[in-house]
């Protein structure tokens, strides 16, 4: 099994910008993804990236400020998060599945992370 590893949240203001990263104990070739749940709300689909980072999907709530990396060389997923928003705020948690294609439904993945806390002030 990949144990994933979250980190780099924080506390940050409005506009400003942060890189959240994801560290996996093995090589993986696993399609990856980020999630997010505020306070009070349900899970929500952030961003994920295909299996070698050809192809990437983003929720239309992050779309053209969130940006999903890989780096297999690394062990390591990362979102970029900029012109961030109160909104935002929430715990993000990487996740792995060995779908091929990209997938939004958070029940299609297997390996989870215990989630880095991001917080975003008005």
């Known amino acids: 099994q990949v144990l994933l590893a979250e980190s780099g949240g924080g506390l940050v203001q409005a506009g400003d910008s942060m890189r959240l990263s994801c560290a996996a104990s093995?090589?993986?070739?696993?399609?990856m993804a980020w999630f997010r749940q505020a306070p009070g709300k349900d899970r929500e689909f952030v961003a994920a990236?295909?299996?070698?980072?050809?192809?990437?999907t983003y929720a239309d709530s992050v779309k053209a400020r969130y940006t999903i990396s890989r780096d297999d060389a690394k062990n390591t997923v990362d979102l970029q998060m900029t012109s961030l928003k109160p909104q935002d705020t929430a715990v993000y948690y990487c996740?792995?599945?060995?779908?091929?294609?990209?997938?939004?439904?958070?029940?299609?993945?297997?390996?989870w992370g215990q989630g880095t806390q991001a917080t975003v002030s008005s």
């Open positions: 093995t090589r993986t070739n696993y399609a």
């Open positions: 996740a792995a599945t060995w779908f091929v294609g990209l997938t939004t439904d958070q029940n299609d993945y297997v390996y």
């Open positions: 990236v295909t299996q070698r980072g050809g192809a990437t």
